[in-house]
Nanobody, 122 residues
Framework: QVQLVESGGGLVQAGGSLRLSCVSS????????IGWFHQPPGKERQLVAA????????FYEDSVKARFDISRDYAKNTVYLEIGSLRPEDTGVYYC???????????????WGQGTQVTVSS
């Protein structure tokens, strides 16, 4: 089973930026597709970005692709999600998850981190 740990969340002002990290100690981390999910308060989780195991393919939800950037660092077993021009609507818990199946299909993600809280103030 893949173990994932998110970090980098916090309280930021609207218009600022955050860089979230998803780290795994598993040496097979690079064989998985990694997705980032956003769960606003009181709502369901939504896949917002994903990157393939090779790093050659990415997915962004249409409403965030202008502001979100996902990348991998294989040497550090880390996937990053950079969020720019933060808005209050970006508030919520961000989870990373691993899949050996689909990249952009949320149902394919079987392994999850504990989440990191992002709060954007206006």
């Amino acid at each position: 089973q893949v173990q994932l740990v998110e970090s980098g969340g916090g309280l930021v002002q609207a218009g600022g930026s955050l860089r979230l990290s998803c780290v795994s100690s598993a040496r097979t981390f690079s064989t998985y597709n990694i997705g980032w999910f956003h769960q606003p308060p009181g709502k369901e989780r939504q896949l917002v970005a994903a990157v393939s195991w090779s790093g050659g393919s990415t997915f962004y939800e249409d409403s965030v692709k202008a502001r979100f950037d996902i990348s991998r660092d294989y040497a550090k077993n880390t996937v990053y999600l950079e969020i720019g021009s933060l808005r209050p609507e970006d508030t919520g818990v961000y989870y990373c998850a691993a899949s050996i199946g689909g990249l952009a299909t949320s149902g394919e993600y079987a392994y999850w981190g504990q989440g990191t809280q992002v709060t954007v103030s206006s």
